[in-house]
């Protein structure tokens, strides 16, 4: 199949838009929550050595639930971001004349605000070594919505009338289930384990993952929407071990495995609107944490977590972010990620604790593959937490989280099938915010 050159600038639409699979509302980590619930959220994330609540247990290092009273949390939280797509050609960039002036343009994502439930149980038998817990987390998530705007390339209209691919759509969303287990082997030294359930709904337009057809014979080949879909479904399995000592001083380990989906399918159709099968077969990264926790000074817990997350290794986002000779994306290109997880809590009172902290994220896309994913960018390299628990009927208590995620940007090549254009760039700013609460009874 040959592919002209401004066919080819249509082709890289599915493009952007296919790694958005976990991505987006992940905020930070690239395609992974780094938080459950609003406790763990105010602690910057640090769990796998500080159990401070069934959430943040259950999700990082299950292992740490028998230091936990039974519990069950419902949470909610409400994130807004804001997400703006700069794009430049230069006059002649394409040919003589083509562009005829530098064309630019700046549009904004119309994401609105998104919410992230949680659900967890923490349940141990009087006087026993085992600890049951079970979880529902908004494990990620993403909504794109760039306008089409002629002065913006990248959204442009499409070939004869532009150089673009037109709007940008993306949305998806990762459910996650747990079910675990911890053991106390001693009353030092305890393991955990369960497997994950991931449920995930996607929709992308266009959807160029892959390639784009040109069935009504106009010579300009385009990209086949990827809407009618269903769940789709995967699994994982998390381990951890943790231990303490009489001096305050605790130690955790986890490991979560990738996370192993079913072929996604999408029944779509080409320019004709016949029948088209689409597929693409993602993968959730490994991850290794490690973290420690130190509780001697009365009323006071501090905590620190450190994470890798193997991209490199994950299907679909450690391929190479290039075109293939059909227009076809071939991968993401992104690389792995380490974090820094840090949170403070004091105890006020009897009824009342105050939580603060600080998450750093490394940003796994690199400038080079900017135009790759600027529907799946999760570009949150530093945010600031604060939060707190009070008791406020009984054994009833409620806790909150607010989170501010300070702007981070990336910025490379306008990448299309045919190569990267001469002095062309695209470019993607981001920043959120987010408030969650929580409704947690002790039984």
Known sequence: MHLTHSSRLAAFAGALVVGLVGAGLARGQGAVMPVAGPVNRSMGGAAVG?????????????ATMGDLQNEVLFAAGIIYGDSRLTSTIPAGALGAGVPAAPQTGTDRSDSGVAVLPTFALLFRPEDSPLTLGFGVFSAGGFYANYPANPQNPLVAPPPPNGFGVGPIFSSVSFLQIYSTAAYALTDQLSIGVGPIVNAVALQVTPG???????????????????????????????????WKNDRGWQLGASYKSPQW?????????????????????????????????????????????????????AALFGDPAAFDATGRLTGLGWRNVHEVATGVQYRLS??????????????????????????????????????????????????????????????????????????????????????ETAIGLNF
């Open 350 to 435: 009897a009824t009342t604790s105050l939580r603060m902290g600080y998450l750093y994220n490394g940003n796994p896309i690199p400038d080079e593959a900017t135009l790759f994913n600027v529907a799946t960018a999760n570009l949150y390299q530093h945010s600031i937490t604060v939060g707190m628990t009070t008791q406020v009927l009984g054994k009833l208590k409620v806790s909150v989280a607010l989170v501010h995620s300070f702007e981070n940007a990336i910025e490379g090549p306008f990448h299309t099938p045919s190569g990267a254009i001469p002095g062309g760039s695209v470019r993607v700013e981001q920043r959120s915010d987010i408030f």
């Open 208 to 242: 160029l993952f892959a390639a784009p057809d040109d069935a009504n014979g106009d010579g300009v080949f385009t990209a086949p929407p990827a809407i009618n879909t269903r769940l789709h479904w995967g699994l994982g399995f998390l381990a951890g071990v943790y």
């Open 50 to 62: 500080a159990p401070l609540d069934p959430a943040g247990a259950i999700y990082w290092n299950p």
């Open 261 to 313: 989906f079913e072929r996604f399918s999408f029944n779509s159709t080409d320019e004709l609107g016949f029948p088209r099968q689409l597929h693409m077969q993602p993968e959730l990264p490994m991850i290794f944490s490690v973290g420690g926790a130190y509780t001697g000074l009365e009323c006071w817990t501090f905590a620190l977590d450190y994470r890798l997350l193997n991209y490199r290794d």
